[in-house]
């Protein structure tokens, strides 16, 4: 009797157990699709291209059906703009998800915004909610339109905050203090646009908390890729990526340097023409992959006539990224003769993806490698930038006054010759020819350097020589040449030979040979060597 009383017992409290797991499943269930019905929105919302009269939003849905904006003046909702989601299907499994894009219109300067998105519920929360809301709104969030007569703006400049998110959400939580009128991105937001997927864990979550109401202007990075995932979640439009904007004394122009379409030299007219027509006091562009670039890529996007371009439009500043470093080049000059202006290059590209080396030379008046961004304050003639780690450490900083048109004296006395630095850069990038085996003892061999020059504007008096361990190699006399300004190819040629035995391992030779080029170019004189290989 006893046994048959304490089975029973045993079987209820099985079925008791059963029961409570069944229950606990399924109010999980209820709180995990409540959960998902009160964070309807997957991305965003990001507030895209501002301007006095109109701003751009976008988010993101994992629901479908249209979602509204209601926006006005101070903290009124008095005004409601219905979206059409774009649908897009990703992954193996092609999960759909809906973009909502939308343009507040009619907007007017200088006047603080309040706005709410509204997204559709999920069906199960809506079924749960007949006799509630069928949608989901998110809280309400506040931004400013620029003012027309405004002398002052704050701006956040940075770019390649790709594949390590972490580092990137550390990047965006030292900008959240600095009150930045714009953030402009310099591109290579994810690691593969092309995988949708991407989007939402390396771009939208390190920015939220900014990106509500701090309005971003996003030049496009290679990383985007070619799948119109880039174009669909951030370009308002969908289509065209380069655009102009102003705010207070800037007029600054984003230009897309890695889509298919148009060549360097029509994409710099688009550049030279839409600058070139604005008469703000201050003139920013931003573009990817950049024109002056000593380490990482080691870009120069445009080459030969960007630089020169630029300068005759009267660009001030260009920030791009590209290369996962930061330097900031001093001014670099006109050509003589020209009346252009003078333009200082930055690349910031260390918005979190792995860092590149920098190659620091005197065209630079800061190169480091490291995580950061740049805060640029404009304030009528007077231009300040901060620029900061991770920590928020200031790495560099500068002020420029304009007057008049002129950057003051002090700043230009930094400047260095258009012609050097893109001499400097071509040096750089030649190597001599690989010896085609490795050179015997008493044997002489011949070193090779053939340099091409395109035409700078200015004749370069070189002088090669070559430099190894005291007594190691018989060398030749120096060699001299002049580049005249048009440019041309020049082959340069050297007899050694070797008093001892060589090694081939990794370069250089052992002992090391190196070939010195001396330059003189205006009043800059520098040399850059390169160590001579042979293959094993
Ligand atoms: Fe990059
Ligand atoms: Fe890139």
Not at 31 to 45: D, F, I
Not at 60 to 83: F, I, N, S
Request: proline letters at 7%; aromatic letters at 10%; glycine letters at 8%.
């Amino acid at each position: 009797m006893d046994i048959e009383k304490s089975r029973k017992s045993v079987s209820i409290q099985r079925k008791v157990k059963i029961l409570s797991k069944l229950l606990f499943i399924l109010v999980l269930g209820v709180v995990l699709t409540a959960a998902v019905g009160c964070a309807p929105v997957t991305k965003g919302p990001v507030l895209l291209r501002l301007s006095e009269d109109r701003a751009a939003l976008m988010w993101e849905t994992k629901v479908q059906g249209p979602g509204k904006v209601t926006y006005g003046k101070g903290d009124v909702l008095d005004r409601e703009v219905a979206t059409e989601p774009i649908q897009v299907k990703y992954g193996i499994n092609k999960e759909a998800a809906f973009i909502h894009k939308v343009w507040l219109e009619n907007l007017q300067p200088g006047r603080a915004y309040s706005y709410r998105v509204t997204s559709p519920r999920t069906p199960i929360l809506q079924w749960f909610a007949k006799l509630g809301r069928s949608d989901e709104q998110s809280k309400i969030y506040k931004f400013r339109t620029p003012s027309a007569d405004t002398n002052e703006v704050t701006f956040i400049v940075y770019g390649d905050s790709r594949t390590r998110p972490k580092v990137h959400r550390r990047v965006v939580e030292q900008m959240l203090d600095k009150k930045a009128d714009f953030v402009v991105h310099s591109g290579d937001l994810v690691s593969s646009g092309d995988h949708y997927e991407q989007f939402g864990p390396q771009f939208f979550a390190p920015v939220k908390g900014l990106a509500e109401t701090v309005p971003f202007h996003i030049a496009k990075g290679n990383h985007e890729g070619n799948s119109g995932n880039f174009e669909k979640l951030l370009i308002p439009d969908g289509r065209t990526n380069s655009f102009g904007f102003d705010y207070g004394p800037v007029h600054y122009f984003c230009a897309d340097n890695v889509s298919r379409g148009l060549t360097a030299e029509e994409q710099l007219r688009l550049i030279a023409a839409d600058v070139g027509s604005s008469d703000a006091q201050w003139k920013f562009v931003s573009y990817h992959i950049p024109s002056l670039n000593l380490g990482g890529h080691w870009s120069a996007w445009g080459h030969p006539d960007a630089l020169r371009i630029l300068s005759e439009a009267g660009v001030d500043f260009v920030l791009t990224g590209h290369s996962h470093q930061y330097e900031r080049f001093r001014p670099v000059a006109p050509p003589v003769g020209s009346s252009g202006s003078y333009v200082t290059y930055i690349t910031s590209g260390g918005g979190g993806a792995p860092l590149h080396d920098v190659k620091p030379s005197l065209y630079h008046a800061q190169a480091k490698v490291i995580n950061h961004f740049c805060v640029f304050n404009i304030n009528g003639s007077k231009l300040t930038m901060d620029t900061f780690d991770i920590n928020g450490g200031t790495i560099d900083h500068l002020e420029v006054i304009k007057t008049n048109g002129q950057l003051n004296k002090q700043y230009l006395w930094t400047a260095v010759p258009m012609a050097a630095a893109q001499h400097h850069w071509i040096l750089a990038r030649t190597q001599p020819k690989k010896l085609p085996a490795r050179p015997k003892k008493d044997q002489p061999f011949q070193v090779t350097y053939k340099l091409s020059v395109p035409a700078l504007g200015e004749p370069a008096k070189m002088i090669f020589k070559l430099r190894c361990d005291e007594g190691t190699y018989k060398l030749p006399e120096p060699k001299t040449l002049t580049v005249p300004k048009q440019g041309g190819t020049f082959n340069v040629e050297f007899e050694v030979v070797p008093l001892t035995e060589v090694k081939v391992s990794k370069k250089p030779i052992v002992p090391a040979l190196w070939l010195e080029c001396h330059y003189e170019i205006g009043r800059v004189r520098e040399h850059i060597s390169h160590p001579i290989v042979a293959k094993p």
